[in-house]
Each structure stands twice: as structure tokens, then as C-alpha cells.
């Protein structure tokens, strides 16, 4: 499908998808919601695709947030869809059974932070800043960022940073444990896709089920977590991968990985 505001490129088996919009800092319109929950479903199907990074075009942005200007006149309704419809786009991003890295290459602020923290985890840019400057504008963040920063850094912090508004250096994001790396603007695209590669040569059912565990383990009681990773870790015996992995092993030679 082509997109307006969004580029697709694959490589290596990795896909980097770039939201693209530089003139409003790529800040998410209705328009350009829907063109990512589009692209999450096409790249969760497409075969050639085995780990997606995710980034913003330009220099000075991920992504700004939601659009200011397409929220300015929305009434009570029409704000409770958009943040709705933002919520859903950006569970089908935390849903994907692939794994998704953020390359967060500037501001990533309100709903571009809410799309970074959707992905499986961050890398950044020395010079990124991050926030929720919603109070700013007289509202909340709506596309889960409430829930997903306290359950990330604590109740704490993610009161202190969205209740005053501030945005907080890349540094700061780091020793907070919001992003893994920090990298020089230069290299934050070339080392993120350094990480993907080393990601996709992997038994990527593991990698998928990994995911699937860590995700829905944190909504669990720690036992029925590790009952359901004690389930998914007996599945993956049943797989290809899992005897070339250990038959590699054994031969000592690199395990060749079909996914299957
Ligand atoms: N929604 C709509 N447009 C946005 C936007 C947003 N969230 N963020 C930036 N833009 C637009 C600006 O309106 C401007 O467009 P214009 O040239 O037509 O006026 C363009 O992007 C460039 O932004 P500008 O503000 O000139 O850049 P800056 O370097 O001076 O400031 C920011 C950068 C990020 C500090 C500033 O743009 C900003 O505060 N943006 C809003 C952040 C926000 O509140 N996000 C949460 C929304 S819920």
C-alpha cells in the first residue's frame, strides 16, 4: 500500500519505517494514525520482514506528538475517538508478534512518546528530549501514556514529568530506564539497525514468544506468568528451529534459522 506520510523500506530482513512529515515535525494526524495501524498489520503479514525500527524523518523530531492544530476544534466526542482510535494504533504496535525498536531521533513528545514506549524498546539520539507537554495545552495524554510510563519508571516520575509538562534531556530518559542507548545523532539510525540485524538472525519463534511472555506476564501474578512461560518454552520444542538451534550447537557451526 503506498503511504503519505509514512516510508517503508526493507532490508536485510528488517524493515525501517519512518513517519514523514517534517513540516509538522511528524506529528500524528487522523490521516497518519491510520496509515500506521495499515502499515503495523502489513508488516506483522509480510514474510520478508523479521524486525521493524521504527523512526522519524528529519532531524529535529520523532514525532512532536498528536496534531495541535487537528485537536484545536475538536468537540468532547470527536477528542474521545481520536484518543480511542490513538489507543488502538498504538496497541496493534505493542501487539505485533515481531519485534520493534524505536530510533527516537529528536523530540519525542505526547503521542511520539506514546509511540515510542509502544515499541519493545528505545535507543536514542544524544539530543533527543522527551515529555508530555499535554498540561501545557490545557489536557491529558490520551493515547496511554498515563498507563504505560507509570507502569514503565513508576508512579513517581511519571507523575512528576506529566504534571509539569517538562520535557527531560535523552540523558535523563536513559538513567530513567525509558530509553536502553543513547547514541550521537549520526549513529542512531546505522547502530539501531545493527541491533535489528543481530535480532533477526535469531530463532525469531523464541524471539516472538519471548515477547509474548514479558508482555502479557506483567498483566499476570508472577505464577500464572511463569506457568505461561513454562507453556510457550514446552511449544517451541515442537519447532524446526529449536532442533537446528541446539544440532548447531552441537556441530558448532552458526544455526541457519527458517522460522518454521
Ligand atoms: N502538532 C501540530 N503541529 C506541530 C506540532 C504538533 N504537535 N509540533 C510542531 N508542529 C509544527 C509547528 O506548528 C510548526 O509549524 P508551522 O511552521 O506551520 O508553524 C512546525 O511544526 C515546526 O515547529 P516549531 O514549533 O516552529 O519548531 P521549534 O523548533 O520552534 O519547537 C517544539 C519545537 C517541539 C518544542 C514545538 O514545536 C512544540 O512545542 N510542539 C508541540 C509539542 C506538544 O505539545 N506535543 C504534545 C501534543 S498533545
Redesign the pocket.
Known amino acids: 500500500m503506498e503511504f503519505k506520510n509514512l516510508l517503508l523500506e526493507v532490508s536485510e530482513s528488517v524493515a525501517t519505517l519512518t513517519v514523514n512529515r517534517p513540516?509538522?515535525?511528524n506529528?500524528l494526524n487522523s490521516e497518519l494514525l491510520n496509515e500506521l495501524e495499515c502499515a503495523f498489520y502489513q508488516l506483522e503479514l509480510d514474510p520478508e520482514v523479521k524486525v521493524v525500527v521504527l523512526t522519524g524523518a528529519g532531524e529535529?523530531?520523532f514525532v512532536?506528538?498528536?496534531?495541535?492544530?487537528?485537536?484545536a476544534t475538536m468537540t468532547p466526542l470527536g477528542a474521545h475517538q481520536f484518543a480511542l482510535k490513538g489507543q488502538r494504533v498504538l496497541l496493534a504496535l505493542e501487539k505485533m508478534k515481531k519485534p520493534v525498536i524505536a530510533a527516537v531521533n529528536g523530540?519525542a513528545?505526547?503521542?511520539?512518546l506514546e509511540l515510542a514506549l509502544a515499541c519493545d524498546f528505545l535507543y536514542a539520539s544524544e539530543n533527543a528530549k522527551i515529555g508530555?507537554?499535554?498540561v501545557?495545552?490545557g489536557?491529558m495524554p490520551g493515547f496511554g501514556g498515563t498507563q504505560n510510563l507509570a507502569r514503565l519508571i513508576g508512579p513517581k516520575r511519571a507523575k512528576e514529568l506529566i504534571f509539569s509538562g517538562k520535557m527531560i534531556p535523552a540523558q535523563k530518559a536513559e538513567a530513567w530506564g525509558v530509553v536502553n542507548e543513547l547514541f550521537p545523532a549520526q549513529e542512531l539510525l546505522a547502530k539501531t539497525l545493527e541491533t535489528a540485524r543481530g535480532i533477526a538472525a535469531q530463532g525469531l519463534i523464541g524471539v516472538g514468544y519471548a515477547k509474548d511472555a514479558i508482555t502479557h506476564g506483567l498483566d499476570m501474578a508472577k505464577e500464572d506468568g511463569f506457568r505461561y512461560e513454562a507453556a510457550l518454552f514446552g511449544v517451541l520444542f515442537g519447532t524446526a528451529d529449536q532442533r537446528e538451534g541446539m544440532a548447531a550447537f552441537v556441530e558448532k557451526r552458526k544455526a541457519n534459522f527458517t522460522g518454521n
Not at 64 to 71: F, L, N, R, V, Y
Open positions: 513540516q509538522s515535525l506529528a529535529k523530531a512532536a506528538g498528536a496534531d495541535i492544530k487537528e485537536m523530540y513528545l505526547g503521542g511520539g508530555f507537554p499535554e501545557t495545552l489536557i
